[in-house]
């Protein structure tokens, strides 16, 4: 035979980078040959080959769609999940009510609890208010009465008078509770 | 762990799906499996799905033996898995594509060779 076995394969032991061997010099490497009418006749059966499978790859496209939207969508339709559906809707609906009689109570609340603290801030202003008119009030009545005592220039003659006529004496101790001491000489 | 994770949660950039054979088996005896994988894995690494197997080598009673699982080939194809060449052969063979043009072309050769052969062998012994 022409071959001997080896102990190293051939193939894959040259790198890219080794020459040629100098058997290999004069190779020439040409491609196959065609055989034209052939070629034709192959081309022309691969087209349609082509064209088959195009065809069938497009269907099983369209069952695979098909059965994905039948999974996604058929399921709406069992009565279970209808009537799992309902019932937590009317569950969320339960909720919803609770929820806003809390907070509609909460409101309430609130809003009373407003207005009372509205109306006792306006009873405690009022209150001041007249408290202060009050105050205004008596200062002036003691001013008028006060005023009956004051020295004007008709009473001005009449006031030297009496006060010429009535000495006073200040001249006299206080202890500490305010009560005069009466042991004093008068002067 | 950590790199075992690594190297088996491997993401390619492109890459398609393709429906090849897998080659397993030991020394002198080759055992195909028909395979979804992606383009970029290793002709024997981590597949999506295995769709079948074939052993080239003649049974007993002479067969090659193949099987499919031809409700899972339908599902890869409609989701758009290029096939190989050899797995186009194949399935062209098995009815479930139609015939691979040079399947076809390989036979008709097979025959003319044939009958070139044969007329080689009348005309020199009709002398």
């Not at chain 1, 069992?78 to 409101?107: F, G, I, K, P, V």
């Not at chain 1, 009956?148 to 006073?168: G, Y």
């Not at chain 2, 080659?23 to 002709?43: D, E, M, Q, T, Y």
């Not at chain 2, 339908?74 to 691979?100: I, M, N, T, V």
Request: glycine share 8%.
């Amino acid at each position: 035979p022409g071959w001997f076995p080896r102990v190293v394969p051939a193939r894959g032991r040259k790198s890219r980078h080794d020459p040629p061997a100098k058997s290999k010099a004069g190779r020439l490497k040409l491609p196959p040959p065609v055989d034209p009418e052939e070629l034709l006749v192959v081309l022309e059966r691969y087209r349609q080959h082509r064209l088959v499978l195009g065809a069938l790859r497009a269907e099983f496209r369209a069952e695979v769609l098909q059965k994905k939207r039948e999974e996604r969508l058929g399921r709406e339709d069992s009565a279970e999940l209808l009537e799992e559906h309902r019932r937590l809707m009317a569950w969320n609906d339960e909720e919803n009510a609770r929820q806003r009689a809390r907070r509609s109570e909460r409101l309430r609340k609130e809003a009373e609890e407003e207005k009372r603290r509205k109306l006792e801030v306006m009873e405690k202003q009022a209150k001041k208010m007249e408290a202060f008119m009050k105050e205004k009030e008596k200062e002036v009545l003691q001013l008028q009465e006060e005023a009956k005592s004051f020295i004007t220039p008709e009473n001005l003659d009449a006031r030297i008078e009496e006060c010429l006529d009535n000495p006073r004496n200040y001249n006299f101790a206080i202890d500490k509770d305010g009560r005069v001491v009466k042991r004093t000489v008068l002067s | 762990a950590l790199f075992t994770g690594s190297r088996l949660l491997k993401g390619y950039r492109g890459g398609h799906v393709v429906i090849r054979f897998a080659l397993g088996g030991c020394a002198n005896r080759p055992f195909f499996r028909i395979v979804a994988a992606h383009s970029k894995r290793a002709r024997d690494g981590k597949y999506l799905e295995q769709l079948g197997c074939l052993d080239p080598l003649p049974n007993v009673h002479g067969e090659k033996v193949a099987g499919l699982n031809l409700e899972r080939l339908r599902y890869w194809l409609g989701c758009g898995a290029q096939l190989s060449r050899p797995a186009e052969k194949l399935l062209g063979l098995a009815g479930f594509l139609p015939l691979h043009p040079m399947t076809v072309t390989g036979a008709e050769r097979l025959r003319q060779r044939r009958q070139r052969e044969q007329q080689v062998g009348t005309a020199p012994a009709d002398g």
